[in-house]
């Protein structure tokens, strides 16, 4: 048991557009870590930090340029990185992350069309060397995502965005899985709770046994 508060921590992070089903689980797979032995942190961007939850409301619900909402995306990134994320896991403490760096290529790079190209520019000066060790991408067609999200609560600036702009989004995330199979799976938000769990279970197992 020891070794599991020796060794460096396991990074997961969680992604998918609003209404996909995130925060459905994330509470779930906190409480499966610990009752597998792991300390857990979880944690959230944008936020994350005093000074990134000052940023997140922003961006959620300033107009501003394209080139400050993802300069200010990854200004709090850097200091959620620095002062919460990495010293957990030197810890041996499990990161749970609802986004990440994943979430600005899809809503950025994708969604408002900045490109890849940028986004990779400022990921590799504010992070270089700390990916997630797995994400899970729930994923459901955007209209489905708007009807719960309807259900829900008041939209935010991004939320109120049409639906091409969330089509682009998804089309981004789908990249980001194709081109790391390895660290990112992808969930079929749409179906019944607990058949989503199940997939969950089999693949939290998985990386379990991996960090033994």
Known sequence: MSELHTARGRFITLEGVDGAGKSTHA???VDALRAAGHTVLATREPGGTPLGERLRELVLHEPMQLETETLLMFAGRCEHVRTVIEPALARGTWVVCDRYTDATYAYQGGGRELGVARVAALEQWMQPGLQPDRTWLFD????????????SRDPDRFEREAQAFFERVRAAYHERALAHPQRVRVIDGSRPVEQVRAQLQAELDDLLEQAR
């Open 140 to 151: 459901v067609p955007p209209e489905v995502a708007r009807q719960r999200l309807a259900a």
């Open 27 to 29: 509470g779930w797979l």
